[in-house]
């Protein structure tokens, strides 16, 4: 639980520095680091603050990031953050055994933009050939009834049961 604690932190903190002019690798070399130390709860509260913040800067979705799957607009990466931190959400809710229902209204804004919300990326979670370097592979078929939380999740590669 630590390391997705860890990860989602790290991940905040790193989109702040790509909305600051760092680059990929700066991206991926501090990827597992810990930006946890004694409190991982004030270090994931400030990581979301901090990430918050840079995106509100008035140039913040115009700026073209140098992120490690390609290059992209403020805009799409704010996209990206918001997908993996709703999926990650759904990970650390079933991690702990508590409610893992997402908002509705925003499960149904990444189903319907995901393939817009990749567009580009050298690696997605919805591209029929990945390298699964960055995204999980979904390993089954999901039923036709599932619910749309359901089928986005088993879209980045999560498995309900």
Not at 81 to 101: E, F, K, P, Q
Not at 146 to 152: E, F, M, N, V
Request: charged content about 25%; proline content about 3%; glycine content about 6%.
């Amino acid at each position: 639980m630590r390391h997705l604690v860890n990860h989602m932190t790290r991940g905040n903190l790193s989109y702040v520095r790509l909305l600051h002019g760092s680059t990929s690798a700066d991206f991926l070399r501090l990827r597992d680091i810990d930006a946890l130390g004694t409190d991982p709860v004030g270090a994931y509260t400030r990581s979301a603050q901090e990430c918050a913040e840079a995106f509100a800067r008035p140039d913040a979705l115009q700026r073209v990031l140098d992120y490690p799957l390609g290059q992209v607009t403020g805009q799409q990466a704010l996209a990206v953050r918001t997908t993996d931190s709703t999926v990650h959400t759904w990970d650390l809710a079933r991690a702990l055994g508590v409610d893992d229902d997402l908002d509705i209204s925003l499960v149904a804004w990444i189903d319907d933009h995901l393939d817009e919300i990749y567009d580009g990326l050298a690696e997605t979670p919805t591209a029929a050939e990945t390298n699964h370097q960055f995204f999980a592979a979904p390993e089954d078929v999901i039923a036709h009834d599932a619910s749309r939380q359901d089928r986005l999740l088993h879209r980045m590669g999560r498995r309900k049961g």
